[in-house]
Every structure is written in C-alpha cells, then in structure tokens.
C-alpha cells in the first residue's frame, strides 16, 4: 500500500521540462521521500500542509524502489479492523443490549475504526491546519455522538475508512506497471579485476571495465557483448514480449534479463547514465508536472473547504439563534452537510486519473514524464516526425545486388566489403554486415573524400564508391537510376556491379501514419536526406507534406512556422542529438528511448522505450480517454454533492444519504479510472 506524502526534495536549477539532469540530487530526493514516507506511516499521518496542495485529501503519490512489506501487513490489519468494526455495528444494531452496555460498546466501536481519523485531525490541528478531511470527519462524527445518533457516527466512519482503503487499493493497482520499473535497478554488477570476479554496487564500475552476467540475472550498467551469446528479456524497458537475441558486439542495456547464456559485457556508460537510472528518473519525476486539471482541482479545494464549514456553521446557529428553530435537528443537518461536502471524490479521482493514465501508458512502453504533458496531448493536431531513426530503423542495409554480367552476386558483395575493410561509414558497415572478414589483410587503403575507397587487396585493386569514383578512375559503368544509396564496385579497372544500400523503414511506420490520420492529426516528415530519398520514404507512407536537404535549425524555423498557426498543439518525434532543439522547441516532445540520443530523451517529454512511431497515436488515444474519465468524475462528483448538499440543508438528507454522497461517489470515482488500466 502506498501512503500519499509530500516530497520536500526541491528540484535544483538543471531540470530540463520536467527532469533532473542531476542524477545525484535526484537519488538524495527518492531517498528523503522514501524516509519521509515510512515516518509519516509510522505516525499514520497522510496529509500535507504545503501551500500548493489542497490539505483534504492530499493525493501525491510518490514510486519507491520496491514494495514495503510492512505496508502490506498494513492494509491487511486495516481491513481486519474494518470487519471488526461491521460485525460490531451490526450485532449492535439488531441485537437487544441495554443501554448501561450500548452505550459504551458503540464508543468503543468508534474509536476502533476512527481512532486513526481523530489522531490525524488532532496533528493537522496543531500544524494551524483546519480544513481538512480528517476534521470534517471528526467534528460531524463526534457531534452525531453528542446527538445520540451513535449508529449513524460509526457507520459514518466506518464507510470513511471504507472508501480509504479502496483508494489506497487503487493506488497501488494503478501503479503496478509503473511500480514494476522500479525493480529494474540492479543490486549488484559482477565485475573483472585482476583476474577475479568480484561483486560489488552498479556505481562502483568504470567505463571501460568487462561485467559478467549469468543466466536470470539483469545486465547492471549499458555495454556491449564482448563474448557469448544469449537471449535477453527487454519487456521491463521496451514493452516487448519477445526475447532480443544478442551476441558479440551487440549493444546491451542496464534492466535486460539474461535469459540463457553466459555474456562477457564492456561498461560503456556509468551506473548514472545508464538505461535504467534514467527512467527511474523519468518516472519518479512524473507525478511532479501536474496536469492543469490537477492544478485547478487543488486550488478549488483550498477555497472550497473553508466556504463549506462555514456555511455548515451558519446552518447549525442561524435558525435557532434567530428563528427558535430545535437545536438538534440543526445541528443533525449542519454535521451531515459537512460530511457530504468533503471533496475527496474530485481531490483523490483526479490525480489519482492522470496517474492510472501515466501507468496505462508505461505498460505500453510509453513514459510520460508528468500529467502536464498527458493532458496537452489531448490537444495535438500536427506532428513532425524526423526520418532517420524515427520512421525508419537507422540502420542501413543492402536491399539491392546488382552483379554485372559474368559476376557472382556473393562475389561482388564480398569485393565491396573488402574495399570497405578499414572505413567506418554507415554505408560501409552495411557492405561489411555477414562478411567474415578476419583473416583478410590489404598491402594499400585509401579514402577519397566525397567519392569511396580504393584497396590493393592480393594484388588487385579493389574500388568501391559512388558513380564520381568509377569516372574518376574510367571504370566503364552503367549508372544506376534505383533509389537509395548506390555502392558500385571494380576490380583491376573492371566493373563488377552495384549494391543499393538503404535505410529501412520500421515496420509500423505504415500503421502510425494510419492511425494518427484516424484521429485527424496532419502529419509533416523532415529529413536532412536528399529530395530523392525523402520522396520515396514520403511516398511509401502517404505523407503529402515533407521537407528534406534540412539542418537542425532548420527543422526549428519550420517547426515555428507550423506553432505561429496556432490550431492546436504540435508534436515533433526523434531521435538524435540534432534532434533536441526541436523537440525541445514543440509543445509536445516525443523521443525515441531504445535508438535515441541521451541530449533527445533528456529533453522529451514523452519516451517511447519501444522505438515504435505507432505508438504516438496509442499515447494519444490514452490521453483522451484519461482526460475523459477525469471531466466524468468531476461532473458525477458535483452533480451527485450539489443535491445532497441541498436535502442536507432542507433536512430530507440524513447521515446515511450523506455516507452515499461522499464514499460512495468517491468509490465509484476510484472505479472509473481504473478502467484505464484494462
């Protein structure tokens, strides 16, 4: 169970929309409000006095490393004084006791289930606190006693704790996905020293140094496969149900299960830059941007709960003192307004929606840094997507082999990698992909800037470049019109073919166009590719609207021409570094958590952990339904309080009406929202 505190951790001057640059200052805040949480368990005090945040109901909910047992046993012994307390009322209630014994077992029984209610009011008190839920509570109960109305104060109570512990239920159901994060952060990391292998804490290793990491155990810090082979479990950062096969040189991230092979990785981020530190980051930071929803709820609460008691306090003196009205009938309706008028179905429902949201959409591999960004989604029309990287994979591959005549296809490809043994371009890592090219050896290597590679290689000289090459050294060629990145390839002046190599698309790239154009969202590609390319990758996906041959900036100059519109919000979705000013610049910044950059993610407001572009229309789509279920409590909330405000004053109303009003809206709030998380 998962107590509301309030986290006195202030943010420092790096947060960048919403995150803390500083890894260091955000693990000495988890670590304060975790303490601050287990003592105000202790104490059982669960409101907040900040200024920012209504007192009734306080409803931050803050994600702790891992699940506190003694909280468990908590929520259980609450529920067994809860039956306790039902047996009771009801033995007490259609039993025949007399009143010497009555009396007192209704009082007993009400401090069994209220004493926690008054201890919390009492606390509140003495901080110049007043206007909370707990005195609310307090004051209509006690005064019901007073009243003689014994039956009434405690099934008051009684459905009061009722209703807290189904939110403090639904608090941890609806963080379940979220709270399953936290369990990514490895204990320990097994690291290589001095030929020995020795455990020791994830922050401990330095870039640079080989971990080893055993069947069932989380990969500790990023790196890469240095040897072994095995399958990794990914689902805990991407979504993804089905293992990732990993091998020598393949990249590895802090939070991925082993599975079943022994794997040698090579540290190449700290503990602190890791994967896993940084979405820990991400989501313990999420709750802090509430949504304007929330913002305005807690506002209207400060102002509405002293306007409450006091107009309880005019119902109660008014007509007796200056109409002779009977002071107990008053004084009965005056208590049941004040327990009707507790706001906590709007004060608890609403964040406690924005929140189930945020977890509905981590459970889909998106992470939303904040309630802020949830709701502003609701309002997108346009998005730009960036193209390398983001609708398509960012790798290049050969799509194409184009042999000339009396060439073998396997020979032109292993010729072309050969010529491309020692480069590092992108193009040429694609030629070199599935080329067993370890015993191969070259007497010359040249790079010719601008045109390809030229090698001796067993007294052959090999070329392989673009079409200036062949020209350059009178290769007789004939010059391809494919689309895409053409390699052609000669050897000892004689062409031997071209490979077309291309960025491929991601296979959802298709189905997120689709669906953003189902939710009337226009769609703008931008590329720093050739007209060329971008036209086909546009043509492939039906997006009208692309711009290409574009630096960084500008991408911004085009992003501020679509802003200066103003018919709704603007998203942009990358990647990479060049990147981070656009989304930086957007209203609303997505960016890509498998491939993209550290500069992109730390900048976005959304994360797409899966790598996926569908799945901008998929946080879309949970975002309205959020901002949907959050307008309907707060309709049902005013709605149902409005009538039985109004019986209460007329005294059609009784305290039970007024258990209805209040728990019952509150429960049925609770309810609502967590369809968001089926």
């Not at 512990?165 to 204990?187: H, T, V, W």
């Amino acid at each position: 169970m998962f107590k509301s505190t309030q986290n006195k951790a202030s943010h420092d001057a790096h947060c960048v929309k919403g995150t803390c640059n500083c890894l260091n200052h955000k693990a000495k805040a988890a670590l304060a409000t975790t303490e601050e949480s287990e003592s105000l368990s202790s104490t059982g005090v669960t409101g907040s006095s900040d200024d920012s945040d209504p007192a009734c109901c306080n409803t931050t909910i803050h994600l702790n490393a891992s699940l506190d047992e003694s909280e468990e046993e908590e929520g259980k012994y609450e529920l067994l004084i809860i039956i306790i307390t039902a047996l009771l009322l009801a033995a007490l209630s259609f039993l025949d006791f007399t009143p010497q014994f009555k009396t007192p077992l209704f009082i007993l029984t009400y401090v069994l289930i209220g004493h926690s209610v008054l201890l919390k009011a009492i606390k509140q008190l003495l901080k110049g606190d007043i206007f909370n839920e707990f005195f609310l509570m307090s004051i209509a109960t006690v005064g019901a006693f007073a009243l003689g109305e014994y039956a009434e104060a405690v099934a008051v109570m009684l459905f009061y704790q009722v209703g807290e512990y189904f939110q403090d239920r639904a608090i941890g159901n609806s963080k379940k996905s979220i709270a399953a994060l936290m369990d990514l952060r490895p204990e320990v990391a097994t690291v290589k020293r001095q030929g020995k292998l020795i455990d020791v804490s994830p922050e401990e290793v330095a870039i640079g140094e080989i971990i080893q990491v055993k069947p069932g155990e989380k990969v500790a810090l990023d790196g890469r496969v240095l040897s072994g082979q095995s399958s990794v479990n990914t689902a805990a950062l991407t979504g993804e149900s089905l293992p990732r096969e990993v091998g020598k040189g393949e990249e590895v991230l802090s939070g991925f299960l082993n599975i079943n092979g022994l794997l040698e990785v090579q540290v190449e981020k700290t503990f602190g830059e890791s994967s896993v530190s940084k979405i820990l980051n991400l989501v313990e930071n999420a709750q802090e941007n509430k949504a304007p929803t929330e913002q305005f709820i807690s506002k209207f609460a400060r102002y509405y709960t002293p306007v409450v008691v006091f107009a309880a306090a005019i119902i109660a003196l008014v007509p007796p003192l200056f109409f002779q009205q009977d002071w107990s009938d008053w004084l009965t309706r005056a208590f049941t307004f004040l327990i009707i008028s507790c706001p906590c179905a709007m004060v608890v429902s609403i964040p406690l929606g924005f929140f189930a949201g945020i977890g509905a959409a981590s459970k889909n591999g998106i992470l939303v840094k904040g309630g802020n960004h949830l709701e502003a989604m609701t309002k997108i029309k346009h998005v730009l997507f960036d193209k390398t990287g983001t609708l398509t994979q960012g790798n290049f591959k050969v799509t194409q082999v184009f042999p000339a005549k009396d060439v073998v296809r396997e020979e032109l490809l292993y010729l072309g990698a050969v010529g491309e043994l020692h480069s590092t371009h992108p193009l040429g890592l694609a030629l070199k992909e599935n080329q067993n090219l370890e015993t191969v050896t070259v007497t010359e290597s040249e790079e010719i800037p601008g045109h390809g590679t030229r090698t001796v290689y067993e007294g052959n000289e090999i070329l392989v470049g673009n079409a200036k090459l062949m020209k350059m050294y009178n290769v007789n060629f004939s010059e391809s019109d494919a689309l895409g990145s053409l390699i052609y390839v000669a050897k000892n002046g004689q062409y031997q073919g071209v490979t077309l190599v291309a960025d491929i698309l991601k296979e959802d790239a298709e189905e997120a166009i689709k669906a953003l154009n189902q939710l009337h969202i226009s769609q703008t590609m931008l590329t720093g590719d050739s007209e060329k390319v971008a036209a086909q990758v546009a043509g492939k996906l039906n997006i009208t609207d692309y711009h290409a041959n574009l630096l960084p900036e500008d991408k911004v100059t085009l992003l501020e021409k679509v802003l200066a519109k103003g018919d709704g919000l603007t998203a942009f979705v990358g990647d990479g570094i060049n990147d981070a000013p656009v989304i930086a610049r957007a209203d609303i910044g997505f960016a890509m958590g498998g491939l993209g950059s550290d500069a992109a993610i730390e900048t976005a407001d959304v994360v797409l952990m899966t790598d996926k572009p569908s799945s901008i229309a998929k946080s879309v789509k949970i975002a309205k339904k959020t901002k949907r279920l959050v307008v309907q409590n707060i309709v049902l909330a005013l709605g149902v309080k409005a009538v039985f405000l109004i019986l209460a004053i007329f005294g059609i109303a009784t305290m039970w009406e007024a258990v209805i009003a209040d728990v019952g809206v509150t429960l049925l709030a609770i309810l609502n929202v967590l369809r968001l998380l089926k």
